[in-house]
T-cell receptor, first 118, second 115 residues
Framework: GAVVSQHPSWVICKSGTSVKIECRSL??????MFWYRQFPKQSLMLMAT?????????EQGVEKDKFLINHASLTLSTLTVTSAHPEDSSFYIC??????????????FGEGSRLTVL | AQSVTQLDSQVPVFEEAPVELRCNYS??????LFWYVQYPNQGLQLLLK??????LVKGINGFEAEFNKSQTSFHLRKPSVHISDTAEYFC?????????????FGAGTRLAVHP
């Protein structure tokens, strides 16, 4: 149980275009999802917290107009990188908390999405 | 605010040798502690977690960790590693007050197992 799926796994796009990454909880409902960014050989950096039916909460330094997050249902959150540039190339990982289990902070992670902007 | 320090960025070890990956945290309140493993180009997989109770926690793939409150540590150990254990390992903490909305990750330790 507790499977989180991300799509696409890999995406290459031209500079200036927008890219959407989907994060789905397959066998549980997630009122809260989190989006992380990971640079090569570095740790995960929390970008934003996505709450179902409300606006996302962005971490300091993360441009909310650049990284649009939508959490329209209990099983789906999307991250849209708008007007992507080469510096947005990175590995993006989503995670979700099962709303049923105790609130210990434990998260279930997606497989990640590697974005390359040419 | 809580933070996590993984003291070793890289740990090389020979196959079948024991290994310890160190993790220290700072927090003024009760914490929950986690170890995750990441294989190349993949997401994170939970190895083990400490929520409460016994301070020695056993996880998947033969790993275990011990919560030491006085030393604020949560070191990960395995008595005999395999080549397949080569991966990046992340220690993480979430606090038990003010909500559990965030997992704070350490910088990661790359375990490289050599034949």
């Amino acid at each position: 149980g507790a499977v989180v799926s991300q799509h696409p796994s890999w995406v290459i796009c031209k500079s200036g275009t927008s890219v959407k990454i989907e994060c789905r909880s397959l066998d549980f409902q997630a009122t809260t999802m989190f989006w992380y960014r990971q640079f090569p050989k570095q740790s995960l950096m929390l970008m934003a917290t996505s709450n179902e039916g409300s606006k996302a909460t962005y971490e300091q330094g993360v441009e909310k107009d650049k990284f649009l997050i939508n959490h329209a249902s209990l099983t789906l959150s999307t991250l849209t990188v708008t007007s992507a540039h080469p510096e947005d190339s990175s590995f993006y990982i989503c995670s979700a908390r099962d709303q049923v289990t105790p609130n210990t902070g434990e998260l279930f992670f997606g497989e990640g999405s590697r974005l390359t902007v040419l | 605010a809580q933070s996590v320090t993984q003291l070793d960025s890289q740990v090389p070890v020979f196959e079948e040798a024991p290994v310890e990956l160190r993790c220290n945290y700072s927090s003024s309140v009760s914490v929950y502690l986690f170890w995750y493993v990441q294989y190349p180009n993949q997401g994170l997989q939970l190895l083990l977690k400490y929520l409460s109770g016994s301070t020695l926690v056993k996880g998947i793939n033969g790993f275990e960790a011990e919560f030491n409150k006085s030393q604020t540590s949560f070191h990960l150990r395995k008595p005999s590693v395999h080549i397949s254990d080569t991966a990046e390992y992340f220690c993480a903490v979430s606090t038990a007050s003010g909500g559990y909305n965030k997992l704070i990750f350490g910088a990661g330790t790359r375990l490289a197992v050599h034949p």
